[in-house]
Nanobody, 120 residues
Framework: QVQLVESGGGLVQPGGSLRLSCAAS????????MGWFRRAPGKEREFVAG????????YYANSVKGRFTISRDKVKNTMYLQMNSLKPEDTSVYYC?????????????WGQGTQVTVSS
């Protein structure tokens, strides 16, 4: 079983940058893909970015494309989300998730979330 722990959230001004980390631990780590999701107050959780673990293929929501970069370190079993040009609408709790299979929408493990607040 995989445990995921997010870190790196905080308060940042519009236009600023933040880097989130998601560290995976467990007896054995397995992943087809990992992704970042976010849930803002009063809104449903939405997909932000994903990355296949083996090849590093990436996919982004249109709202963050060109501003966010997802990456992973296969040695450290850690995933990152580099967030640049942050906007107030990026304010949310950000969650990392691990998918064991390629089945769209099926994420097997979730982190506890980390708060990102973009405000001037």
């Amino acid at each position: 079983q995989v445990q995921l722990v997010e870190s790196g959230g905080g308060l940042v001004q519009p236009g600023g940058s933040l880097r989130l980390s998601c560290a995976a631990s467990g007896r054995t780590f397995s992943s087809y893909s990992m992704g970042w999701f976010r849930r803002a107050p009063g809104k449903e959780r939405e997909f932000v970015a994903g990355i296949t673990w083996s090849s590093g293929s990436t996919y982004y929501a249109n709202s963050v494309k060109g501003r966010f970069t997802i990456s992973r370190d296969k040695v450290k079993n850690t995933m990152y989300l580099q967030m640049n040009s942050l906007k107030p609408e990026d304010t949310s709790v950000y969650y990392c998730a691990n998918a064991l299979t390629a089945i769209i929408g099926k994420y097997d493990y979730w982190g506890q979330g980390t708060q990102v607040t973009v405000s001037s």
